[in-house]
């Protein structure tokens, strides 16, 4: 089952040198995660703009959607797998 979360609470990413996103802060956990998959979605130019980077991760206790969003670089938390 999936739920799909109706704000998108603010989470505190935790980057490698890289720049690649290894662990997540969210209700005072964390949890170290793996990127499965990434992708790139820009859209509304004609109203306010999106521009976001969605990353599905996994961790020892849950599977989840994250994004970045490239308009004001908050990081926020859209979706949990059970």
Request: proline share 6%.
């Amino acid at each position: 089952m999936t739920r799909l979360l109706r704000e998108h609470p603010v989470i505190d990413p935790e980057l490698d040198s890289n720049g690649r996103l290894v662990a997540i802060r969210w209700a005072g956990r964390r949890e170290p995660v793996e990127v499965c998959n990434q992708w790139r979605v820009e859209e509304g130019w004609w109203r306010e703009p999106i521009a976001r980077d969605y990353f599905k991760v996994v961790g020892p206790h849950w599977l989840a959607l994250v994004y970045l969003d490239r308009v004001d670089g908050s990081w926020h938390l859209e979706r949990l797998y059970d």
